[in-house]
């Protein structure tokens, strides 16, 4: 058997274009087989057909026909977020553009942990971190306790290129005012952490005070925790590209993640080594599920959950709970639930925390996407004072899974994800100009996610990126009004962005979810479900901005006509 072709190299191109072709007509195929936004039969009739297409998965002789076989069967049994009536989850069908992209990261295959397997990734990276970061944070001229102007720098013997333990502060040593930019001390127990922290004056920076394109904030060069810069060293490879950008110093930066879960977990984490080693998490009823699992696996205290007596954390609630509580403490917020797309009071709270010295996340990983939206980014006003803030482009943004993003308001926060592991990024390469990568995640071997993100931003630009989200927005509001005026179902409440609730009115809980599961089963329709106001809801939520009205209607007519098949108290289950 000769060598297979490989996907990169100067044959790549060539050996990847038939098998595009393959690919291609085996996902047409496999949806037409389906013929729905979802295989019907239900678990079992989806696993016995997989089963058929696999056959022996590791046979003795490989088939020459697998791409075929399995891409349709993996098409066949898929379910098709673009397909209009696929709206139960946030899962949304990916821009082409972007999944064209997505191929080229899959083909060259850069890895981000270290430069020399991503150099053109790792300076994308950096471009596009902080362009989204100034979308939450603008410009950092713009933002308080940022400097006009670099500090001074001592001045250090020729060639004093950083010896450890040289020129450091001591951990307890007690942090500066706001605006004087003390470095990573921390409070002492009990203490809540104080926000606005400023790179210091006298010369000392942190390690992950770090700044790639125009001090955006990206890890590159990762020194010892406050040490200080002698005479003539490089401090980061975009200082030694294009010299140091002193307007940008401390701006904000963006991390790239797999997604909310993740994006919650690292802010969960950079939360507490900020605080001194431990925080208390405060959040609404209605925060997403990976906050407290985060905290779980941080080792962190129980979370305190304050009541989210319409679907979002009540502000008066939020002031008691803190003047309650010791500190140090982390507020949660959500700006986007999963159950209903509601988005928190966000000045408000962030006001609670500036007057108790808490820190705030906001998870926005649902809603951030209103960012791109003239009409649609006022919903999000006070996202700007969050700590950390979750974004997901591949929920109102369009990627291809995993599109995550942490942004990090002070990029001094990220020291503690800083790592030394000699064959990645020593410390002569970092200081002969290497960037250091390690610093920019919890995972080691990391995927190029940010081709697909760039590639986005720069073909549809904000305009064309705030117009799906202003389509998928209308969509909502007419399916909305389309289930208020029907006298067989009742809506929960107008939607917030793209999450419409409702159910068949007189309907029990038991009739509504045998009425998912029966469109389910049928592959007809796809809707989720959720409880709120002790009750069941169907849930629709629309991130197709190619559904049109007649979808809508036919939706809501898939659900009436099903439910008419189903006699109260004799349900499936």
Same mark, same amino acid.
């Given at each position: 058997?000769?060598?297979?072709?490989?996907?990169?190299?100067?044959?790549?191109?060539?050996?990847?274009?038939?098998?595009?072709?393959?690919?291609?007509?085996?996902?047409?195929?496999?949806?037409?087989?389906?013929?729905?936004?979802?295989?019907?039969?239900?678990?079992?009739?989806?696993?016995?057909?997989?089963?058929?297409?696999?056959?022996?998965?590791?046979?003795?002789?490989?088939?020459?026909?697998?791409?075929?076989?399995?891409?349709?069967?993996?098409?066949?049994?898929?379910?098709?977020?673009?397909?209009?009536?696929?709206?139960?989850?946030?899962?949304?069908?990916?821009?082409?553009?972007?999944?064209?992209?997505?191929?080229?990261?899959?083909?060259?295959?850069?890895?981000?942990?270290?430069?020399?397997?991503?150099?053109?990734?790792?300076?994308?990276?950096?471009?596009?971190?902080?362009?989204?970061?100034?979308?939450?944070?603008?410009?950092?001229?713009?933002?308080?306790?940022?400097?006009?102007?670099?500090?001074?720098?001592?001045?250090?013997?020729?060639?004093?290129?950083?010896?450890?333990?040289?020129?450091?502060?001591?951990?307890?040593?007690?942090?500066?005012? +706001?605006?004087?930019?003390?470095?990573?001390?921390?409070?002492?127990?009990?203490?809540?952490?104080?926000?606005?922290?400023?790179?210091?004056?006298?010369?000392?920076?942190?390690?992950?005070?770090?700044?790639?394109?125009?001090?955006?904030?990206?890890?590159?060069?990762?020194?010892?925790?406050?040490?200080?810069?002698?005479?003539?060293?490089?401090?980061?490879?975009?200082?030694?590209?294009?010299?140091?950008?002193?307007?940008?110093?401390?701006?904000?930066?963006?991390?790239?993640?797999?997604?909310?879960?993740?994006?919650?977990?690292?802010?969960?984490?950079?939360?507490?080594?900020?605080?001194?080693?431990?925080?208390?998490?405060?959040?609404?009823?209605?925060?997403?599920?990976?906050?407290?699992?985060?905290?779980?696996?941080?080792?962190?205290?129980?979370?305190?959950?304050?009541? +989210?007596? +319409?679907?979002?954390?009540?502000?008066?609630?939020?002031?008691?709970? #803190?003047?309650?509580?010791?500190?140090?403490?982390?507020?949660?917020?959500?700006?986007?639930?999963?159950?209903?797309?509601?988005?928190?009071?966000?000045?408000?709270?962030?006001?609670?925390?500036?007057?108790?010295?808490?820190?705030?996340?906001?998870?926005?990983?649902?809603?951030?996407?209103?960012?791109?939206?003239?009409?649609?980014?006022?919903?999000?006003?006070?996202?700007?004072?969050?700590?950390?803030?979750?974004?997901?482009?591949?929920?109102?943004?369009?990627?291809?899974?995993?599109?995550?993003?942490?942004?990090?308001?002070?990029?001094?926060? #990220?020291?503690?994800?800083?790592?030394? +592991?000699?064959?990645?990024?020593?410390?002569?390469?970092?200081?002969?100009?290497?960037?250091?990568?390690?610093?920019?995640?919890?995972?080691?071997?990391?995927?190029?996610?940010?081709?697909?993100?760039?590639?986005?931003?720069?073909?549809?630009?904000?305009?064309?990126?705030?117009?799906?989200?202003?389509?998928?927005?209308?969509?909502?509001?007419?399916?909305?009004?389309?289930?208020?005026?029907?006298?067989?179902?009742?809506?929960?409440?107008?939607?917030?962005?793209?999450?419409?609730?409702?159910?068949?009115?007189?309907?029990?809980?038991?009739?509504?979810?045998?009425?998912?599961?029966?469109?389910?089963?049928?592959?007809?329709?796809?809707?989720?479900?959720?409880?709120?106001?002790?009750?069941?809801?169907?849930?629709?939520?629309?991130?197709?901005?190619?559904?049109?009205?007649?979808?809508?209607?036919?939706? #809501?007519?898939?659900?009436?006509?099903?439910?008419?098949?189903?006699?109260?108290?004799?349900?499936?289950?």
């Amino acid at each position: 058997m000769s060598t297979p072709p490989l996907a990169s190299g100067p044959e790549g191109p060539r050996a990847l274009r038939p098998l595009l072709d393959t690919v291609l007509e085996a996902l047409d195929t496999g949806a037409r087989a389906r013929g729905g936004p979802l295989p019907a039969g239900g678990p079992e009739a989806v696993a016995a057909r997989v089963r058929e297409a696999v056959g022996e998965v590791l046979p003795d002789q490989g088939d020459p026909h697998a791409l075929r076989a399995l891409v349709h069967a993996f098409a066949e049994g898929a379910a098709d977020p673009s397909h209009p009536l696929c709206a139960a989850h946030l899962h949304c069908p990916p821009l082409a553009i972007a999944t064209a992209a997505d191929l080229a990261a899959s083909a060259l295959n850069p890895s981000l942990d270290s430069w020399d397997q991503a150099p053109a990734a790792s300076e994308l990276e950096l471009l596009v971190a902080a362009a989204l970061a100034r979308e939450i944070y603008g410009e950092p001229e713009t933002r308080p306790g940022i400097l006009a102007a670099p500090p001074a720098r001592p001045a250090a013997p020729a060639g004093d290129l950083h010896e450890p333990g040289k020129h450091r502060r001591p951990a307890s040593e007690a942090r500066e005012p +706001a605006g004087s930019g003390a470095a990573a001390d921390v409070p002492e127990p009990g203490e809540n952490c104080p926000a606005g922290k400023a790179p210091e004056a006298g010369g000392t920076r942190l390690a992950g005070d770090v700044r790639g394109p125009g001090g955006s904030g990206a890890a590159g060069d990762v020194h010892e925790p406050a040490e200080t810069y002698p005479a003539g060293a490089l401090r980061s490879v975009g200082e030694a590209r294009r010299g140091a950008a002193p307007d940008m110093l401390g701006a904000a930066d963006c991390l790239v993640t797999t997604g909310g879960t993740e994006s919650n977990q690292l802010a969960l984490l950079l939360a507490r080594e900020a605080c001194g080693g431990s925080v208390r998490l405060v959040c609404g009823a209605n925060a997403h599920h990976s906050l407290a699992r985060a905290a779980w696996l941080l080792g962190l205290p129980e979370p305190v959950v304050v009541p +989210a007596p +319409a679907g979002t954390l009540d502000p008066a609630a939020l002031d008691e709970t #803190l003047t309650r509580l010791p500190g140090p403490l982390l507020v949660a917020a959500t700006a986007g639930t999963t159950e209903a797309g509601l988005i928190d009071p966000l000045p408000e709270i962030a006001a609670r925390c500036a007057a108790h010295g808490a820190r705030l996340h906001i998870d926005a990983a649902y809603g951030g996407g209103l960012l791109f939206s003239t009409r649609h980014r006022t919903a999000l006003t006070g996202l700007d004072a969050a700590d950390t803030v979750t974004l997901d482009l591949h929920k109102l943004g369009w990627q291809p899974i995993a599109a995550g993003l942490l942004a990090v308001k002070d990029p001094r926060d #990220l020291t503690a994800l800083r790592q030394r +592991a000699d064959y990645l990024n020593a410390a002569d390469d970092t200081e002969a100009g290497l960037p250091d990568l390690l610093g920019r995640s919890l995972r080691t071997t990391r995927r190029p996610d940010v081709l697909k993100l760039a590639v986005t931003l720069k073909t549809l630009g904000r305009g064309g990126l705030g117009t799906l989200v202003d389509q998928v927005c209308a969509r909502a509001r007419e399916f909305a009004a389309l289930v208020h005026d029907h006298p067989g179902f009742v809506l929960h409440a107008p939607p917030v962005i793209s999450t419409v609730l409702f159910r068949p009115a007189g309907a029990t809980d038991a009739t509504v979810a045998a009425v998912r599961r029966a469109l389910l089963t049928d592959g007809r329709a796809v809707l989720g479900r959720t409880r709120l106001d002790g009750r069941l809801w169907l849930k629709a939520t629309l991130l197709n901005p190619a559904t049109g009205p007649d979808d809508l209607a036919a939706l #809501l007519h898939l659900v009436a006509a099903r439910r008419a098949t189903l006699v109260e108290g004799h349900t499936p289950r």
